[in-house]
């Protein structure tokens, strides 16, 4: 299909032609491409509305945006042109290591959790060479970034089955490592439901079978140390569970950072580590774990100066309203006869399904929803729908939404 088709497909969209390049000799004044974009960028939706109300991103912080707009020309993908940049990029992932039980730890910050996980992948599968036909293991509720890893890299994908209450079933994950397995994957914050694996079981296995344990804590590693401010308990989770070899945490989810910005952290005393290098370039070569050649060094600073400038108590907080969020809205769905939750929420996420009490399928409950302009993740392989309790959520918003909610039934 010609890309004007696929354009013209899509809403909002007003005349490629009139736009055309090649015909457009002169340039269009600021001014006017400005209030353009402004013009066809209003169908995409706005968190201060409340009505994204399924995604795991969120507005990034004012700081963070200002940070990233004034060093946007920071490239981390030729750190001996920005050695600046480089030590700051070491720095975050310390600072990250520190909170999550390992300051030692070595890594990098990537373009999100796709990337820091396709290059875990990488990792077992060079740890693990002499192996011909490499498995891995992964929890049912596993992103797709591990699919997508294991389709460029021809790995077979075995998904564990997930209990009644969407938990690991931890004896089939178990029953699913052999010989060919080259990776275990935990989760630390699922994305249909922001549930928690067992890291520390899933590391005894990966030490009695040997095999090569990443952690994907893309949405829950910024998320669960500040829970423990809070005086939540969890069982070991973070880089102290020994047998960890890489983790993933990203920035741009609950570290209200800009996009894109997520980290791989690797324990490379646990790792033959393989890393990338680039040899020629004019500022020398520096090894790094990314996939990305060119990369935006302001990633990087931005998440420094966050920290730097929220400190602890700043996540702690905003944890604490998301939470009393997610109870607030939990507390309000069991009160609706034709609604139940999924199962008890571990952390800002929400499931909604239908009770036997509803006469209605979940797309029709949903597409009611969309309707009216929510937008809530959608899981059919569970019947579910998923609510994010990200930063931007407050309560009034919620109030809304179930208003709306109960005009349905
Ligand atoms: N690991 C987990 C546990 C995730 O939930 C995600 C993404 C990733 C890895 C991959 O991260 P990147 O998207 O940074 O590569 N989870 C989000 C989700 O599935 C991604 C997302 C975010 C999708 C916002 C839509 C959206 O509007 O919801």
């Known amino acids: 299909?010609?890309?004007?088709?696929?354009?013209?497909?899509?809403?909002?969209?007003?005349?490629?032609?009139?736009?055309?390049?090649?015909?457009?000799?002169?340039?269009?004044?600021r001014s006017l491409i400005l209030t353009e974009l402004e013009d066809r960028l209003k169908i995409d939706l706005d968190y201060s509305s409340g009505k994204v109300l399924g995604a795991m991103t969120t507005p990034p912080h004012d700081f963070a945006r200002y940070i990233y707009s004034k060093f946007i020309d920071r490239n981390l993908g030729d750190r001996g042109l920005n050695p600046g940049t480089a030590a700051i990029e070491k720095e975050v992932i310390e600072m990250l290591g520190n909170l999550l039980g390992d300051p030692y730890v070595d890594g990098n910050i990537t373009s999100g959790g796709t990337e820091a996980n396709i290059i875990a992948m990488l990792l077992a599968k060079q740890n693990n060479l002499d192996i011909k036909e490499p498995s891995i293991v992964i929890p049912d509720s596993a992103h797709?970034?591990?699919?997508?890893?294991?389709?460029?890299?021809?790995?077979?994908?075995?998904?564990?089955?997930?209990?009644?209450?969407?938990?690991?079933?931890?004896?089939?994950?178990?029953?699913?490592?052999?010989?060919?397995?080259?990776?275990?994957?935990?989760?630390?914050?699922?994305?249909?439901?922001?549930?928690?694996?067992?890291?520390?079981?899933?590391?005894?296995?990966?030490?009695?079978?040997?095999?090569?344990f990443h952690v994907d804590a893309a949405f829950g590693g910024l998320v669960v140390p500040f829970m423990e401010e809070l005086g939540y308990d969890f069982p070991p989770y973070n880089l102290k569970v020994p047998e960890i070899c890489s983790y993933t945490v990203d920035p741009h989810k609950m570290g209200m950072s800009v996009n894109p910005s997520g980290s791989l952290l690797v324990k490379d005393s646990n790792v033959n580590s393989f890393k990338f290098e680039i040899p020629?370039?004019?500022?020398?070569?520096?090894?790094?774990?990314?996939?990305?050649?060119?990369?935006?060094?302001?990633?990087?600073i931005s998440f420094w100066g966050l920290m730097q400038f929220m400190g602890k108590q700043g996540f702690v907080e905003n944890v604490r309203h998301s939470l009393e969020n997610t109870y607030y809205?939990?507390?309000?769905?069991?009160?609706?006869?034709?609604?139940?939750?999924?199962?008890?929420?571990?952390?800002?996420?929400?499931?909604?399904?239908m009770s036997s009490k509803a006469n209605m399928s979940l797309d029709r409950f949903n597409s009611l929803l969309r309707q009216k302009g929510w937008a809530l993740g959608v899981f059919k392989q569970w019947n579910l729908l998923r609510v994010v309790l990200m930063p931007h959520i407050k309560k009034s918003h919620l109030a809304e939404f179930l208003k709306d909610v109960k005009a349905i039934f």
């Open 1 to 29: 299909k010609p890309l004007t088709d696929i354009l013209q497909n899509i809403e909002g969209f007003i005349g490629y032609s009139e736009n055309n390049f090649p015909k457009l000799h002169k340039g269009k004044s």
């Open 144 to 212: 797709y970034s591990f699919d997508k890893a294991a389709i460029l890299m021809g790995l077979k994908v075995k998904r564990a089955k997930l209990l009644s209450n969407y938990h690991l079933d931890f004896d089939h994950y178990e029953s699913l490592i052999d010989d060919n397995t080259i990776a275990l994957v935990g989760i630390l914050g699922t994305s249909a439901l922001g549930l928690i694996d067992p890291i520390e079981k899933i590391g005894k296995l990966a030490g009695k079978y040997n095999k090569y």
């Open 280 to 300: 020629y370039l004019a500022g020398g070569a520096f090894p790094s774990y990314n996939i990305l050649g060119t990369r935006p060094g302001a990633s990087a």
């Open 329 to 353: 809205l939990k507390d309000q769905i069991e009160e609706i006869p034709e609604l139940k939750i999924a199962t008890e929420p571990t952390m800002n996420v929400l499931g909604i399904q």
